[in-house]
Each structure stands twice: as structure tokens, then as C-alpha cells.
Nanobody, 126 residues
């Protein structure tokens, strides 16, 4: 079993920045694909970013140029650096993982992952 724990959410003003972290624990040796998905209450989950098994990175068009997904020194830590935040970025952000992935479409991210964290809330408002 794999456990994912997000942290780093909070409230910021438009234009601000936050860095989300996700720590994976448990049987992580077979986890080689991780990403971020967000959800606004009453709406479907939306793929944000993914690091695939071969290291390829992909982003939703809505966050390209503002968000950066990366892994820590150990592969069990995943980050999401979010800059120039807007109110439209307000959502619960979930870390997710699966053993392998290749050329996944961003819009499919909410359906491909088998492991999910509990989420961390990001609120952007003035």
C-alpha cells in the first residue's frame, strides 16, 4: 500500500505563490508516475501536472508557465510550485500516484491514478 500526504496549501492574494509538497510512504518502490489533480466543490476533478515514468512532464494549459512540478532529492517527494496565482486556481489539490504511465493526456489524470492523498486546500483571494 502507498500513502500520500500533501502539505503547503493556504490562502494567498492574487499574484502570490505557494509550494505544495507530497510525501509518499509505504511500498513506494513501484511508484514511478506522480501528479497533481485539483477539484473545486461541485465540479469534476481536473488534471494539473504529471511527471511520467520516463521523466516527461506535462501541464494543463491553464497552469503552463505558472506552475512547476518536480521531485525532491528522493523520488518519494513531489512538489508543485505555483506562481502568479489567480482566484481560478482556488481548489483542493490532490497528489496522486501509480506504478507507471506513458503519454497520458492531462484531461485523463483524474481517472488514471490508483493512489490519492487527502488533499490540501489552496485559496486565492484579495
Amino acid at each position: 500500500q502507498v500513502h500520500l500526504a500533501e502539505s503547503g496549501g493556504g490562502s494567498v492574494q492574487p499574484g502570490g505563490s505557494l509550494r505544495l509538497s507530497c510525501e509518499a510512504s509505504g511500498y513506494t518502490r513501484n511508484i514511478h508516475c506522480m501528479g497533481w489533480v485539483r477539484q473545486v466543490p461541485g465540479q469534476e476533478r481536473e488534471g494539473v501536472a504529471i511527471i511520467e515514468t520516463d521523466g516527461r512532464i506535462n501541464y494543463a494549459d491553464t497552469v503552463k508557465g505558472r506552475f512547476t512540478i518536480s521531485k525532491g532529492a528522493t523520488k518519494d517527494i513531489l512538489y508543485l510550485q505555483m506562481n502568479n496565482l489567480t482566484p481560478e486556481d482556488t481548489a483542493m489539490y490532490y497528489c496522486a500516484a501509480k506504478p507507471y504511465c506513458y503519454r497520458e493526456r492531462i484531461e485523463n489524470l483524474p481517472r488514471i491514478f490508483g493512489y490519492w492523498g487527502q488533499g490540501t486546500q489552496v485559496t486565492v483571494s484579495s
